[in-house]
């Protein structure tokens, strides 16, 4: 079992920034981050959940072509945490993020709780 933690989200003015992280961490007594494919994915009021950014375990990232230029996804496999660096937000970028784990050649995934991002003026 993972689990997963996200912080950093809050109120923003439009072209603000937000640093949001994920920390993982496993019930076993041996857990790997590394062995997980790493996605931020967000859902605004009345809409689907939609795939924000992606990052392999590796380092090889993929974005939304919405936040591209915006966003950044990192990880550090070392201390088992997850970012995800926004700037020049917009209003459209309000919603719940949620950080999420996809196990390597499996369909095992674990979500966080969520974390509001509002930005609004």
């Known amino acids: 079992q993972v689990q997963l933690v996200e912080s950093g989200g809050g109120l923003v003015q439009p072209g603000g920034s937000l640093r949001l992280s994920c920390a993982a961490s496993?019930?076993?007594?041996?857990?790997?981050?590394?062995?997980?494919?790493m996605i931020w994915y967000r859902q605004a009021p009345g809409k689907q959940r939609e795939l924000v950014a992606h990052?392999?375990?590796?380092?090889?990232?993929n974005y939304a072509d919405s936040v591209k230029g915006r966003f950044t996804i990192s990880r550090d496999n070392a201390k088992n945490t997850l970012h995800l660096q926004m700037n020049n937000l917009k209003p459209e970028d309000t919603a719940v993020y949620y950080c999420n784990a996809a196990r390597i050649g499996t369909a095992i995934s674990y979500w966080g709780q969520g974390t509001q991002v509002t930005v609004s003026s």
């Open positions: 496993g019930s076993g007594s041996i857990f790997s981050f590394s062995i997980y494919r």
């Open positions: 990052i392999t375990s590796g380092g090889s990232t």
